[in-house]
């Protein structure tokens, strides 16, 4: 009963902003969406993450949509090295105790020279 | 000036071996982290542990055991390896809190193969 539904793949010119979606339909009150990324035989790395309110840091924005029902995660400059699997995910517990976090399949966006 | 660090990068070892994988984090964390990425790339939580507590995946045999000497520190046991447990195994950390919980860092990862 997976939490988040992303595509499978992406395509994405270098230079150009990369928009990656991802529908969290069931998400509660409290729950926080993160997104995080691995680059191929690296450990995955944080990107940014947000409840309610649109985030901006310097790797990425992150638009959460009014009903908090979708997102979009935006690499406003994209370079060959933002090449990756991008996993959104949605906090599993009420906060506070240490959770893992539960990885999908997450989307595999190539930045294309 | 590596956050999150393991050793070793690589293990190669045979069936019926007992072997441990070290992790160290200066990021001044309290809660660290064991996961496990498999063939089919998928990335699963083993163990977290904070001083206060083990939260361990219910999947994980009882032949991984983690051990923590200090806060900045938590080391994976594995015990009578199987070709099974051929995978690659991250260590990540986190500070505690209600969001920070899930705002992780993972360290390079060790791949291991069980021949």
Known sequence: DAKTTQPTSMDCAEGRAANLPCNHSTISGNEYV???????SQGPQYIIHGLKNNETNEMASLIIT?????????????????????????NQGS??????LTFGKGTHLIIQP | DTAVSQTPKY??????????????????????YWYKQDSKKFLKIMFSYNNKELIINETVPNRF????????????????????DSAVYFCASSQAGLARTYEQYFGPGTRLTVT
């Open chain 1, 34 to 40: 993160y997104w995080y990324r691995q680059i191929h």
């Open chain 1, 66 to 90: 009014e009903d908090r029902k979708s997102s979009t995660l935006i690499l406003p400059h994209a370079t060959l090295r933002d090449t990756a699997v991008y996993y959104c995910i949605v």
């Open chain 1, 95 to 100: 906060g506070g105790g240490a959770d893992g």
């Open chain 2, 11 to 32: 293990l190669v070892t045979q069936m019926g071996n007992d072997k441990s994988i070290k992790c160290e984090q200066n990021l001044g964390h309290d809660t660290m």
């Open chain 2, 65 to 84: 055991s983690p051990k923590s000497p200090d806060k900045a520190h938590l080391n994976l046991h594995i015990n009578s390896l199987e070709l099974g």
